[in-house]
T-cell receptor
Framework: GDSVTQTEGLVTLTKGLPVMLNCTYQ??????LFWYVQHLNEAPKLLLK?????KRTEHQGFYATLHKSSSSFHLQKSSVQLSDSALYFC?????????????FGAGTQLIVIP | GPKVLQIPSHQIIDMGQMVTLNCDPV?????FYWYKQILGQQMEFLVN????????KSKLFKDQFSVERPDGSYFTLKIQPTALEDSAVYFC?????????????FGPGTRLTVL
C-alpha cells in the first residue's frame, strides 16, 4: 500500500545553518506530495506541494523537488530561523483515492537554537 | 487564511461512554476528513465525506465510529461506545476540491483521553 517515510525524528540546528528533512514515499499510483508544518498547539498548515517531476517548488524560503526516479520529496532551507522550530510532516496523496486521503510520515521535529 | 475549528480541544471520558467530536470546516468547502494520531505515532486517515456520504474509510474506522454533517452545521465524529485504544488526537480537515493536489486545511485537533 501507499506509505511515507521520514527518517529523522528530531533535528537540532543552529540558526543560520541549512537544513534538509528527508521524505521518501511508496505508491503504485501517480503521486501528489505535500509538506505540512505544525507549530506548537496549532493546526498543521500546508507549506509546499507538488506533483510535477523534477520541478522545484518554493514557499517562505523552503523548497523541495519531487523526484519520481528516487521516490523522494526532501524539504530544504538554506538558512533556518528560530521561527522555523516546528513539527514537519511529509504527506502523500495517490491518484487511486478519489477524495485524496493523505498518508503521513511520522514527522520530523525541527529545533533551531540561537 | 481559511481556518478549521475543532471543539472541544480536550475531552476526557470513561470507557464505554459516547463522545462526539465537532469540526467547523472552512465555509465553502465540500470535502471533509478525519485523521487520528496516537501519541508518538503518525497521523492516519480515518474517513472522508462528501455530499452527506462516507466516500472512503480505513480499517481504523471501526463500526463504533460514525460521521455526519447535518444541515451544513458541524462535521462530527461520534464514537459509541469508546474504548481505551480510541485515546488519540483527532484532526479534522476540509478541502474545496477533491483529491489530487488539492490542499486539505486542518484544524488544531481534539485530544481525546479514554479512561
Amino acid at each position: 500500500g501507499d506509505s511515507v517515510t521520514q527518517t529523522e525524528g528530531l533535528v537540532t540546528l543552529t540558526k543560520g545553518l541549512p537544513v534538509m528533512l528527508n521524505c521518501t514515499y511508496q505508491t503504485t499510483y501517480s503521486p501528489f506530495l505535500f509538506w505540512y508544518v505544525q507549530h506548537l498547539n496549532e493546526a498543521p498548515k500546508l507549506l509546499l506541494k507538488s506533483s510535477t517531476d523534477n520541478k522545484r517548488t518554493e514557499h517562505q524560503g523552503f523548497y523541495a523537488t519531487l523526484h519520481k526516479s528516487s521516490s523522494s520529496f526532501h524539504l530544504q532551507k538554506s538558512s533556518v530561523q528560530l521561527s522555523d522550530s516546528a513539527l514537519y510532516f511529509c504527506a502523500l496523496s495517490a491518484r487511486g483515492s478519489a477524495l485524496g486521503r493523505l498518508h503521513f510520515g511520522a514527522g520530523t521535529q525541527l529545533i533551531v537554537i540561537p | 487564511g481559511p481556518k478549521v475549528l475543532q471543539i472541544p480541544s480536550h475531552q476526557i471520558i470513561d470507557m464505554g461512554q459516547m463522545v462526539t467530536l465537532n469540526c467547523d470546516p472552512v465555509s465553502n468547502h465540500l470535502y471533509f476528513y478525519w485523521y487520528k494520531q496516537i501519541l508518538g505515532q503518525q497521523m492516519e486517515f480515518l474517513v472522508n465525506f462528501y455530499n452527506g456520504k462516507v466516500m472512503e474509510k480505513s480499517k481504523l474506522f471501526k463500526d463504533q465510529f460514525s460521521v455526519e454533517r447535518p444541515d451544513g452545521s458541524y462535521f462530527t465524529l461520534k464514537i459509541q461506545p469508546t474504548a481505551l485504544e480510541d485515546s488519540a488526537v483527532y484532526f479534522c480537515a476540509s478541502s474545496l476540491n477533491p483529491g489530487g493536489i488539492a490542499e486539505q486545511f486542518f484544524g488544531p485537533g481534539t485530544r481525546l483521553t479514554v479512561l
